[in-house]
């Protein structure tokens, strides 16, 4: 299998994996200057690139732990997902969650690209669903229960 890219700006660095067994691929900054996040603040990063995915799969874009765990930069999606049809150009939609501006350079890894099939099923109403053994149970059911003074047990 391939993954097609496109450069939309000469200056775009291709998608590449840091390790031959890293999952995803490291997406870098496509940008004519520094570009600084202030705190809190959400920006948009260019790749310089578009990309053609196979039908049946999908690309999920994710943080990159660095960034995230050492200076509270992540995804303002927490996990973006490229259409398997969608040709435009893939922008990473970040989000500094510190009390520090953080700046990204030209050609900085900014985040990860992992390719995935997709199941695509036909939605279908039904007034039943299949019974099993957790049920409607949600949120904690299977892990987490609460005493009658409001304590956890785990």
Do not use: W
Request: proline share 7%.
């Amino acid at each position: 299998m391939t993954l097609k890219i496109k450069r939309l700006h000469p200056d775009a660095i291709l998608p590449r994996r840091a390790t031959a067994e890293s999952a995803g691929f490291d997406l870098c900054a496509c940008l004519d200057e520094d570009l600084t996040i202030e705190p809190f603040q959400l920006v948009r990063v260019p790749t310089g690139l578009a990309i053609a995915l196979e039908p049946g799969t999908a690309g999920f874009v994710y943080a990159r732990s660095g960034l995230a765990s050492k200076f509270g930069v992540t995804l303002s999606n927490c996990v973006g997902v490229i259409d398997s049809d969608y040709r435009g150009e893939v922008q990473i939609a970040m989000t500094n969650h510190s009390q520090t501006p953080f700046t990204i350079h030209p050609g900085d890894r900014i985040a990860q690209l992992v390719i995935a099939p997709v199941l695509l099923p036909e939605p279908e109403e039904t007034d039943t669903l299949p019974d099993t053994q957790r049920g409607s149970g949600g949120f904690g059911s299977t892990g987490l229960t609460f005493d009658s003074e409001g304590g956890t047990q785990i």
